[in-house]
């Protein structure tokens, strides 16, 4: 046997001898580089050879190791259902642990944030029992590749192959998803969700168990938007307005909030939908614009320590409507084969008529019409509060009067042209509620011609006619501009409820720029108006409340002695006449 130098393998510099090695060119590749040089920690020449020694049993081993790995490279084994199923579950096992430990060190900080993190792990579950979503996106390369954990192996269709290794796949991924979701909803009952993953779960039967029907995972989420997506097509073809569209959009929106977003639709049963009824009842009015980002349950919570009024019997009504108007359309599209909430009624009990909308009472007309606005104020815009010598006639001074000597609406005043004001014979004038020029009416019934009170002539409303007619303006009250939706009365409206009014009565939530509406009807009776002037003039059914039989034919002319009678005898607006 050769004898071995002395200085084999070994180099010295500056003293100390390192370990020096050339790796052979078949595993270059796998060990990295191409030289080996490791200090050997001494500079004892007898001490380096015998770690020389123990480096080179170290790296023959090593490169040993290299061989059947570039062996298995050249030739790998044939996969197993039984290598599958261990690389798989290993990988799952592992992942979990990892997740759970990152729940534990930084779990979500509010509800909101755990919702969403609900809500996209179930869309990521449900996403990988989708054929479509699964062919145009697939599975990420590297995590397949971190599932063979670098074995190499071939696919034998005879014996495994790679779809079936795939579908594994694909079961794990949506069982870790799965888990996540129990997490999340502190549900700790059960260890695994896919029989494949369940301790001692080694049978065939498992791994060729049948995917679930997609649609019955489709989650509440993705259903308001289906919902939401057919309405919207339903809606051009009909002319629904864009303000009806919006508002049954932020409807379902609520209802999808309230129910949650990754709910599977299969599991909202009828509980649930009581769950959802019983939330409505404590949910409190104006949530967004009092409570900001809090969650309805929070915002639920807080309102009841702070006292604060919850839905209406209508507002809850209306989404119970929304909830059951999506799961009609989840049987529609065949994802559930019933309607759980259907006929379920709102906890809360109807308004009575005594805690409706009501009129104003006369002390508050008294209170608003000698405001600074009317009795003189620094200008009509942000200084219409603040005491002044100008009773400025514009649209914020005749709104309030128009409506309480006509009960018209607010756009219907709103969207007045100087045209429409019109003289009848006798030379009175009235005013001819019309849809012409692209205005809007509630209802296709709504015109009407109604005379103008004589009241309002006095206030100068004729003269303000013809100052505006001679500026070349067609709009009454050119001012004003049209809101998001189109309708010329909604800033205006909304400064008067929620900017003029609370300045000079306490409101009590049951008053609004509508009261005058109210307080016209009251006065129209107390006049004792024959049913055909309700019916004309205000567009009231005797005998079933609100109509939308507005207009009856009859000529402004028969109506104006009766409109000449209305008054309000306790309310003195003699400081409002002009010359």
């Known amino acids: 046997m050769k004898a071995v130098s002395k200085t084999y393998r070994l180099i010295k510099v500056k003293g100390t001898y390192y370990y020096r090695r050339r790796v052979p060119n078949p595993y270059v590749e796998l060990f990295g580089r191409s030289i080996i040089k490791d200090c050997l920690k001494t500079n004892s020449a007898k001490e380096a050879a015998s770690r020389r020694a123990q480096k080179d049993v170290e790296y023959d081993a090593l490169f040993a190791n290299f061989d059947e790995k570039i062996e298995a490279q050249l030739h790998p084994a044939a996969m197993t259902q039984a290598d599958a199923m261990k690389l798989v579950r290993g990988f799952v096992e592992k992942k979990d642990g990892e997740a759970e430990k990152r729940f534990a060190e930084d779990p979500p900080e509010t509800d909101r944030q755990r919702k969403e993190m609900l809500a996209e792990s179930t869309q990521d579950w449900a996403s990988l029992a989708d054929p479509r979503f699964l062919k145009e996106h697939g599975i990420d390369s590297r995590i397949l590749e971190e599932v063979i954990a670098n074995i190499p192996f071939k696919f034998d ?38 029989q494949l993953f369940a301790d001692g779960a080694v049978s065939p039967a498992f791994v060729h168990a049948p995917m679930s029907n997609p649609k019955s995972l489709m989650t509440f989420g993705d259903l308001v938007e289906r919902f939401l ?15 009806t569209i919006d508002s049954t959009g932020a409807e379902a929106m609520f209802v999808k909030e309230a129910i949650g977003e990754a709910t599977l639709v299969a599991e909202i049963d009828y509980e649930a939908c009581k769950k959802f009824r019983k939330l409505l009842a404590r949910t409190p009015s104006n949530r967004k614009k009092i409570y900001g980002d809090l969650s309805i349950e929070e915002a639920a919570e807080q309102a009841a320590k702070d006292g604060k009024p919850t839905l209406s019997h209508i507002t809850q009504n209306t989404y119970l409507r929304t909830l059951t108007a999506v799961l009609k359309h989840g049987v529609r599209i065949g994802c559930i084969s019933q309607v759980p909430s259907e006929g379920l009624q709102p906890l809360s009990e109807k308004t009575k008529a005594s805690e409706a909308r009501r009129p104003f009472a006369t002390g508050e007309l008294q209170r608003i019409f000698n405001a600074p606005l009317f009795r003189g104020c620094v200008d009509d815009g942000r200084n219409y509060a603040k005491p002044g010598p100008n009773v400025i006639r514009r649209a914020r001074f005749w709104f309030p009067l128009i409506a309480l000597y006509t009960g018209m609406r607010a756009n219907e005043i709103a969207q007045l042209k100087v045209a429409d004001l019109k003289e009848m014979k006798g030379g009175h004038f009235y005013f001819d509620v019309n849809d012409a020029d692209g205005k809007k009416l509630k209802t296709k019934t709504s015109s009407r011609a109604f005379p103008v009170h004589p009241e309002l002539l006095k206030f100068g409303l004729g003269d303000y006619v013809d100052r505006v007619r001679k500026s070349g303006k067609k709009n009454l009250f050119p001012e004003l501009k049209p809101g998001s939706y189109g309708y010329v009365s909604d800033r205006i409206a909304d400064w008067f409820s929620d900017g003029f009014l609370p ?49 009856s034919g009859h000529k402004p002319e028969q109506l104006m002695e009766h409109v000449a009678k209305i008054a309000y005898p306790d309310l003195d607006l003699s400081h409002l006449y002009v010359g």
Do not use: C
């Open 157 to 194: 269709p005879s014996i495994f192959s790679y779809a079936q290794f795939y579908s594994l796949v694909i079961r794990g991924l949506r069982e870790l998803h799965r888990r996540d979701m129990a997490r999340l909803k502190a549900e700790h009952e059960q260890s695994a969700f896919d």
């Open 503 to 551: 300045k000079v009565i306490k409101k009590d939530g049951r008053v609004s720029f509508h009261s005058f509406r109210h307080n016209f009807r009251d006065a129209l009776r107390e006049a004792e108006a024959p049913d055909f002037v309700l019916r004309d003039l205000g567009g009231w059914s005797v005998s079933k409340g609100v109509s939308d039989n507005y207009g």
């Open 229 to 243: 997506e057919d309405y919207r097509d339903e809606a051009v073809v009909k002319g629904t307005s864009q303000k």
